[in-house]
């Protein structure tokens, strides 16, 4: 398998190692996860956009 290196923000790297995550396995999963919904035909509702974009900005992707 072809492999894709990402860069993160110094405090998301920190948070990775002290939680013990596997980043690998996160990014594939919430790649497939994003993907499996943009085969469906459903809108998010207003809530869910704003779940999404406070998870986002937690995660250092957005800013406000």
Do not use: C, W
């Amino acid at each position: 398998m072809p492999r894709k290196t990402i860069s993160l923000p110094e405090d998301l790297a920190d948070f990775v190692d002290e939680n013990h995550i596997n980043l690998s396995r996160f990014v594939q999963d919430k790649l497939r996860e994003l993907s499996e919904s943009e085969d469906s035909e459903e809108d998010l509702t207003e809530e869910e956009a704003k779940e999404i974009a406070q998870k986002l900005e937690k995660l250092g992707y957005l800013d406000r």
